[in-house]
């Protein structure tokens, strides 16, 4: 199996819905403002899947505001408990110009970490990237391919398991490199990072270490 070759149907470890929506997001426009809409309808589905014994008092939105110590900003998918905001996702492409785009995407997350941990030191954050597979190939002068380059930043900044850990790190990140000259597309998940249930794994989880009564609910499904 090459590096973006889909497992079969019977091996897969993401929700069956998870193709066709990279297909729909190579399918819009490439700047439209909901290219990622399919993608966060996905990440919407198992969030709700993962927090439906909360009952009503669980829910999970999309573009909704959260407060920052600096500015508020919208988060594509928000989990609130009681209308208090406990998670947050954040779902970006990297599909061009990839020697201005990793950088970028490094210092975005960094500052909206620290935006928001600031503010509320016990939020869950997460990122889920989306970047073509042959984008990711290219290298740099010296000879690094972009993708382990970005991929070794989030691993550096991933892995916030307390409200005292630093506030530029998240807890959370995964990263799909994705084959859009396939039909469907087909993809994988870089090997240093977290694949699809490991990255709601851990974002679950400390959503329920954070908050007790949120853990005592989802133990007693």
């Known amino acids: 199996m090459d590096d973006t070759e889909t497992p079969s149907s019977s091996d897969r470890a993401w929700p069956e819905s998870l193709p066709a929506a990279l297909t729909d997001f190579q399918q ?3 700047r439209a403002a909901n290219r990622m809409w399919p993608i966060q309808n996905v990440v919407k589905s198992e969030l709700e899947a993962r927090f439906a014994p909360l009952g ?11 407060k920052g110590k600096h500015r508020a900003k919208n988060w594509d998918l928000t989990f609130f408990y ?4 406990q998670l947050a996702v954040s779902t970006k492409s990297i599909m061009a110009n ?28 997460g990122y889920l990237f989306v970047m073509s597979a042959g984008l990711g190939q290219m290298t740099t002068r010296d000879g690094r391919r972009w993708v382990d380059i970005f991929a070794q930043a989030l691993a ?4 916030r398991r307390s409200e005292l850990d630093a506030q530029e790190l998240f807890e959370a990140a995964t990263l799909l490199l994705v084959d859009f000259a396939a039909a469907p597309p087909s993809f994988t998940f870089h090997p240093s990072q977290l694949d699809w249930n490991e ?9 329920r270490a954070r908050n007790p009564m949120i853990d005592l609910a989802l133990s007693a499904r």
């Open 82 to 85: 009681a209308r208090r905001p």
């Open 199 to 207: 990255f709601f794994d851990v974002l679950v989880g400390q959503v």
């Open 28 to 30: 819009r426009q490439t």
């Open 56 to 66: 009503p008092l669980g829910e999970v939105r999309l573009e909704q505001v959260v």
């Open 156 to 159: 550096s900044f991933s892995g």
């Open 98 to 125: 990839v020697a201005g785009t990793v950088p970028n995407r490094i210092d975005d997350a960094m500052c909206e970490c620290v935006n928001v941990h600031a503010h509320d030191p016990g939020m869950v954050l």
